[in-house]
């Protein structure tokens, strides 16, 4: 099988003969035609004004109002403390309550302690806060607002 070049850009332009362009499509070679820049009064629009068109009055209408601002704050970062924060749920200024909860990681250690013998000692995760997560509540409303974890 023979590769054949592909036809120069000047080849490519020119259609071969019989051949036309689709009805409405300029041929390649076709230039575009310019025309002289008119005012919109010289080609026989009118303004506005002129075709009789008013600006509705309503009894009563106001003009619209300035956009409403909305403050979007940044996602809080939590940790083992609490924190003075708006609540989500209540939007009140609250410092939020701090409860230490047993995560996966608080059982996987007390697995690991039982496993390798120290039966005794499996409690001890549940015991110390950083084994735990820090769950923080809103003091008001007691809705949840987010949890530390430390890793």
Do not use: W
Not at 113 to 137: A, E, F, K, R
């Amino acid at each position: 099988m023979e590769k054949v070049p592909p036809p120069s850009y000047q080849e490519s332009m020119h259609p071969p003969p019989g051949i036309n362009p689709p009805q409405g499509y300029p041929s390649p070679m076709h230039q575009p035609t310019t025309y002289p820049m008119q005012h919109p009064q010289q080609i026989g629009f009118q303004q506005p004004h002129q075709m009789g068109f008013q600006q509705p009055q309503q009894p009563g209408f106001q003009q619209p109002q300035a956009p409403q601002v909305v403050m979007v704050s940044p996602p809080t970062v939590f940790g083992p403390n609490p924190l003075p924060l708006t609540c989500a749920h209540c939007h009140k200024q609250v410092t939020s309550r701090v409860q230490s909860e047993s995560a996966t990681k608080t059982h996987l250690f007390a697995l690991i302690l039982c496993l390798v013998g120290c039966i005794p000692c499996c409690l001890i995760p549940y015991c110390m806060d950083s084994c735990q997560s820090q769950n923080h509540y809103c003091s008001h409303c007691n809705a949840f607002l987010g949890s530390y974890n430390n890793q």
